[in-house]
């Protein structure tokens, strides 16, 4: 976290240490409950990435759909959609279906989730280097439920200046700690059928260390590799 926020320009600042447990995860999703040092504040963080295919998208908004059952903690979903809400989130192209996208917004409605905003530029996708082959759109963002805009009144996502990825990393900024969200995809493998013990093996990597949650990750997609 150090290093982003230096890389970022921000001199000045702490990093706040909190604990991250793992409740569950799929090929789709990444599922944590994060409590914060020294607080009782514990709060729910979805990464999710949405399926590129359109014969795909109503897994993925029935995924989400499954997900947002729970509404007893405050609850943050953040990253790759790869969907729009509206038409002006797309810079040429072919223009989205509004189909799509309406499908898109009630998932979101039904989930009770809301667009956090950002600040930075608008699009955080694109593709093509040449103006006639430019494609730009908004696929990565973050949503909030009610309980969580009322932990974090003043949180906000940052689009970041893109890396080797075609997508821009996101940072989080929780006015308490930050969340630095850069690969587009959670690529942890995943067993539809998980025995007890190697469930049991699953939780003991993920709590062994601390660490980010992505440095969480990598290591339970090593030890995942392992036990392939």
């Known amino acids: 976290m150090e290093k982003v926020r230096r890389s970022r320009g921000f001199l000045n600042g702490i990093d706040v240490e909190a604990e991250v447990i793992l409740r569950s995860f799929s090929k789709n999703h990444i599922n944590v409950m994060v409590k914060e040092e020294n607080t009782t504040k514990e709060w729910r963080f979805t990464g999710f990435y949405g399926s590129p295919y359109v014969n795909n998208k109503n897994a993925s908004w029935n995924l989400l759909k499954k997900l947002g059952q729970d509404q ?12 729009i ?23 979101l409605e039904e989930c009770q989730l ?17 103006p006639e082959t430019n494609i730009k759109e908004r696929l990565d963002k973050g949503v909030v439920n009610e309980k969580w805009r009322h932990l974090f009144p003043t949180g906000n996502i940052h689009h970041l200046t893109h890396s ?52 969480k990750l990598e290591r339970l997609q090593s030890n995942l590799n392992e036990w392939a």
């Open 72 to 83: 007893n903690h405050p609850w943050l979903v953040s990253r790759d959609f790869n969907e």
């Open 85 to 107: 809400m509206y038409s002006f989130e797309k810079s040429r192209g072919i223009p989205r279906e509004k189909r799509r996208m309406k499908a898109f917004r009630e998932t």
């Open 164 to 215: 080797m990825s075609d997508h821009c990393p996101l940072l989080l900024n929780t006015k308490s700690g930050n969340i630095y969200v850069e690969n587009p995809r959670f690529k942890i493998e995943a067993w539809w059928v998980i025995d007890e013990s190697l469930e049991k093996d699953i939780k003991s990597s993920w709590e062994s260390k601390p660490g980010t949650i992505l440095e």
């Open 114 to 130: 809301e667009d956090l905003g950002y600040s930075g530029v608008l699009f955080t996708w694109e593709r093509g280097n040449l």
